[in-house]
């Protein structure tokens, strides 16, 4: 009888133990459920958060297509400032008033308050997207500038359809008033189909380019591939048969002889005539040296990208949205970040 006794007394607590063990088990299961659910509801929270730093950037850019966020720089591949705001209406600067603004770092500064939904925009018109270069066109030799190096690249423009003018259309881009007030130029650089018979080129290939000012005065010059001298064209054209390619430096001042109309924008149109070419335009400013930090030396490229981060909750969500420049374009938007901890 006393060994019976003993037998179920450890049969009770293997039977507590087990009995233990699946509630905790079921409890550990209710936790995490719980935790996901909460994890899930503040997502959508930072969802929306994220989405009204979309519409806020798509709001600057009909105030003005020229809007770009942070304002100090337009390397913003290179640099965490950010515009951040919470869906209060509390913007956090780091200047001594709104006008000051220079963003702030998203990398040091913690969100203060995690209950509170909070996004962080940023927005450009660089070349190719928001972590592109300062010119119009591709950064082949990534070194931020443009050479006809890059042009005569094989890879260049390679499934980038935007970097190439078909013969006989009009690539169209503005240049805010703050490029010409600062002294600015430009200098474009041309490639052409290495198959065309270079005879061919001599006799046929020319482009036409010309500058709109604000008042609507225009001025226009031809730009034969193989011509030196001709007065209709610009002194500068470094023409290179062999390559199929010709460089073009100076063109507002070859367009504007007296001066460029101060405190106006300008609107380039570049019109190569029968034959397609590849195309690529930077500033004087950025060429070589390197620009020098701001966005007066930047030439528009084809986009506005608007960039937010939503905050809500220890969790993030990313969302980005691309202008096209040109026609006004929204593309789809693209959701980077479902669900992150933390921030």
């Given at each position: ?41 503040n ?5 929306y ?14 105030y ?24 209060a209406?509390e913007?956090?600067?780091t ?6 603004f ?23 018109y ?23 190096g ?21 690539l ?15 200098s474009?650089?041309?490639k052409y ?22 008042s609507g ?12 001298g ?19 430096t100076?063109?507002l001042?070859?367009l504007?002889?007296l ?19 590849q ?9 070589n040296t ?12 084809p ?10 909750g ?9 202008i ?17 901890a933390?921030?």
């Amino acid at each position: 009888m006393k060994r019976e006794r003993g037998s179920a007394i450890i049969i009770a607590i293997l039977l507590v133990t087990a009995i233990g063990t699946i509630a905790f088990s079921f409890g550990r299961i209710l936790i995490l459920e719980a935790n996901n659910a909460s994890v899930y509801e503040n997502g959508v929270g930072s969802y929306y958060a994220a989405e009204s730093g979309i519409e806020e950037g798509l709001l600057r850019y009909r105030y003005s297509d020229f809007s770009s966020v942070p304002f100090d720089t337009w390397k913003l591949k290179d640099n965490s400032s950010v515009f951040r705001a919470d869906l209060a209406g509390e913007i956090e600067i780091t200047g001594s008033s709104i006008i000051d603004f220079k963003g702030i770092n998203k990398n040091t500064s913690t969100i203060s308050d995690p209950s509170k939904q909070y996004y962080d925009l940023r927005m450009g018109y660089l070349g190719n997207g928001i972590d592109e270069s300062p010119f119009y066109g591709q950064d082949i030799n990534s070194d931020e500038n443009l050479l006809i190096g890059d042009i005569l690249d094989t890879s260049y423009g390679v499934n980038k359809p935007i970097l190439k003018i078909d013969h006989d259309q009009t690539l169209t881009v503005r240049l805010p008033s703050t490029f010409v007030n600062v002294s600015n130029d430009l200098s474009a650089f041309f490639k052409y189909d290495s198959a065309i018979d270079s005879a061919d080129l001599t006799a046929n290939a020319r482009v036409i380019v010309e500058a709109i000012d604000s008042s609507g005065m225009s001025s226009r010059k031809n730009v034969v591939f193989n011509s030196d001298g001709n007065p209709d064209n610009f002194s500068t054209v470094d023409a290179s048969i062999a390559n199929r390619s010709f460089s073009l430096t100076q063109i507002l001042t070859g367009l504007y002889p007296l001066g460029v109309p101060l405190g106006s924008e300008i609107t380039l149109k570049i019109t190569p005539i029968y034959y397609d070419v590849q195309f690529g335009l930077i500033s004087t400013k950025c060429q070589n040296t390197a620009c020098d930090m701001t966005n007066q030396t930047v030439v528009p490229g084809p986009f506005t990208t608007i960039n937010s981060t939503g905050y809500f909750g220890g969790t993030l969500r990313t969302m980005q949205a691309k202008i096209d420049r040109k026609s006004g374009t929204m593309y789809d938007l693209y959701k980077f970040v479902i669900y992150n901890a933390g921030q």
